[in-house]
């Protein structure tokens, strides 16, 4: 009983929101809402969205942020396109930040009036990340490297960084990246490992 009112619910909306706009959409437009709206909900019944209690990329992602959020030790490499070696290393902390990576939002919200049949609506924004940035896309790169006297100093690169959450090298026979000592940041691999974090 409760299924049935579930999947009720969704639909009475739908053909509500289709006897609303009737009049703006053509026989066909609203054929083809219908027929969607058929196959969706024959699908949701015989093949409904799995549901997790706990998700182990969530977990991963919830650490990420953390750590980024709380700067821990990291190895920065930096690269350019078609060399095999890194140009630079420094040890650094945290995590890159890409050069459109902003405190402030540069969006804003407005009014749709582009549809005044339909009565417009609001824009959608992108929302601030948890970490307290809002990101963006670009190549360029900040990196905050700890320089000889201990300092942290700021290292923007155009091409590729490459970060490792702890002490590392370049093994310049293998040409990959080694790491030399225990990682800076206790990512968990299981939900049993996340559940014993304070």
């Not at 019944?45 to 991963?60: D, E, W």
């Not at 990340?129 to 000889?148: E, K, R």
């Not at 093994?171 to 990682?183: E, F, V």
Request: proline residues 7%.
């Amino acid at each position: 009983m409760y299924k049935k009112i579930l999947y009720v619910i969704p639909l009475l909306a739908v053909g509500i929101f289709l006897a609303a706009c009737g009049g703006a959409l053509s026989k066909g437009q609203a054929l083809e809402n219908q027929q969607q709206q058929q196959a969706s909900t024959s699908l949701e019944l015989n093949q409904p969205l799995p549901h997790f209690n706990y998700s182990q990329i969530r977990q991963n992602l919830i650490e990420l942020e953390t750590a980024q959020a709380n700067g821990v030790q990291t190895t920065s490499f930096f690269f350019n396109m078609g060399v095999a070696n890194p140009v630079q290393t420094c040890p650094s902390i945290g995590a890159p930040i890409p050069i459109t990576d902003e405190l402030s939002n540069p969006d804003q919200v407005l009014k749709d009036n582009t549809d005044l049949n339909n009565g417009g609506g609001n824009v959608v924004i992108g929302q601030q990340d948890p970490n307290g940035v809002y990101t963006g896309q670009g190549t360029g790169t900040y990196v905050m490297c700890i320089g000889a006297n201990g300092k942290p100093y700021a290292d923007y690169w155009e091409g590729f960084v490459q970060t490792v959450f702890g002490p590392a090298k370049w093994n310049s026979t293998t040409h990959s990246i080694q790491l030399i000592g225990p990682p800076s940041f206790s990512f968990s691999k299981n939900k049993a490992q996340a559940n014993k974090k304070p």
